[in-house]
Each structure stands twice: as structure tokens, then as C-alpha cells.
């Protein structure tokens, strides 16, 4: 069965400081891979996806992501974190074919000045 | 452009009650589909609509139904309402192909409470 672990609950960040979310996945092959940002009372939003091709993918908001399939990994990164970056994050797999998406449990970013 | 729209944005429900919820998907857009979000979980797939047919369900009930009508606005209806519906209802767009999880647009959703 598929599934998303990300590992880290929440996580705190000073405002500038580099960031890293983690997310691990089960599947028995390269499924389509997602990170998405809620932010309070608020759907939803996509911040990029892997799909296949170069592994290091690049998002909006100056997020990237790189897969790693020796790791079953797809970690979230960002140089420099800003205070509206402050959201819950959703790392999340879709297998080829399917037309639903699999979420991790999320980790909440908390931005300290 | 209006984005995805959901009604109500909040709703209080009574235990065995009866509870529908409404999505407009982005113009355009033909596939609907509908998430569950538990406080402190993400979000569970419950059903995708594509061109007013049912393309995909989760793990969930037969309390859970759905449809989608031909201007493509959805509706899930969740009967005998138990006190573990209570979440976060949401709806996603998801463009004019069937394979449509290669980008979904998400409503802000439905906060379902039952007492």
C-alpha cells in the first residue's frame, strides 16, 4: 500500500535561515510526487511536482525539491526563509494512472523573527 | 478567474443527521474530487468526478455519496452523521483531462462539526 511519511511535525526556523522538509514514500514504483502549503483557513496550494526527468525540481514561492529513489525520498528546501512562509506543509504521491492523491500527516513551519 | 468555491464554509451537525456539501470547480474545469482532513492529518481522498461519473473512491462508508452535475459543480452528502465526520471538507479541481492529479486546485473548504 502507498504511503507518505514525513517525519517532522513541526519545525522552527529563524526568519532568513535555510529550510529543509522531509518526506518519504512507500510504493513499489516512482509514483508522481507533490509538495503542497496550507496555509490557516485556507485550501491547498501546489508548490511543485516530479513527475519524472531532472530530479531537482523547482516550485514557486522559491521552494525546490529533489527526488531521490535510492532514499524514497523527496525533500522540500528553501535558502532563506521568509516570516509568510509560516504554513503547514503536505508532502504527497499519486500513483502512475491514479487520480488521487496519497498526503503525508504534514509538518508545521513556524517562522521566529 | 474565481477559483474553487465551496459552500457552506462552516456547518454544526447533530449526530444521525444528514449533511450536503457544494463545490464549484474552476471554469473550464471537468473533474471534481473530494478530500477529508482530520485535525492534525492530511487530507484522505473520498471521490473523483470526471464528466459527471465517478472515476475513483477512497475508504469510506456508504454514508459517503456523491455527484457531479453537467455544469460540473459537485455535491457530497454524508448521512447519519457520526461525531468522527467532524473535519475539514475539501473539494479540488482538477482541469479538463481525466488523469487530472497533475494539478489540482483546492477550495478553502467545508469546516464540519458534529455534536
Known amino acids: 500500500a502507498q504511503s507518505v511519511t514525513q517525519p517532522d511535525i513541526h519545525i522552527t526556523v529563524s526568519e532568513g535561515a535555510s529550510l529543509e522538509l522531509r518526506c518519504n514514500y512507500s510504493y513499489g514504483a516512482t509514483p508522481y510526487l507533490f509538495w503542497y502549503v496550507q496555509s490557516p483557513g485556507q485550501g491547498l496550494q501546489l508548490l511543485l511536482k516530479?513527475?519524472?526527468?531532472?530530479?531537482l525540481v523547482q516550485g514557486i514561492k522559491g521552494f525546490e525539491a529533489e527526488f531521490k529513489r535510492s532514499q524514497s525520498s523527496f525533500n522540500l528546501r528553501k535558502p532563506s526563509v521568509h516570516w509568510s512562509d509560516a504554513a503547514e506543509y503536505f508532502c504527497?504521491?499519486?500513483?502512475?494512472?491514479?487520480?488521487?492523491?496519497?498526503f503525508g500527516t504534514g509538518t508545521r513551519l513556524t517562522v521566529i523573527p | 478567474d474565481a477559483g474553487v468555491t465551496q459552500s457552506p464554509t462552516h456547518l454544526i451537525k447533530t449526530r444521525g443527521q444528514q449533511v450536503t456539501l457544494r463545490c464549484s470547480p474552476i471554469?473550464?474545469?471537468?473533474?471534481v474530487s473530494w478530500y477529508q482532513q482530520v485535525l492534525g492529518q492530511g487530507p484522505q481522498f473520498i471521490f473523483q468526478y470526471y464528466e459527471k461519473e465517478e472515476r475513483g473512491r477512497g475508504n469510506f462508508p456508504d454514508r459517503f455519496s456523491a455527484r457531479q452535475f453537467p455544469n460540473y459543480s459537485s455535491e457530497l452528502n454524508v448521512n447519519a452523521l457520526l461525531l468522527g465526520d467532524s473535519a475539514l471538507y475539501l473539494c479540488?479541481?482538477?482541469?479538463?483531462?481525466?488523469?487530472?492529479?497533475?494539478?489540482?486546485?483546492f477550495g478553502s473548504g467545508t469546516q464540519l462539526s458534529v455534536l
Open positions: 516530479y513527475f519524472s526527468g531532472d530530479t
Open positions: 471554469s473550464g474545469h471537468k473533474s
Open positions: 504527497a504521491v499519486a500513483p502512475w494512472g491514479a487520480n488521487n492523491l496519497f
Open positions: 479540488a479541481s482538477g482541469g479538463t483531462g481525466v488523469a487530472t492529479n497533475e494539478k489540482l486546485f
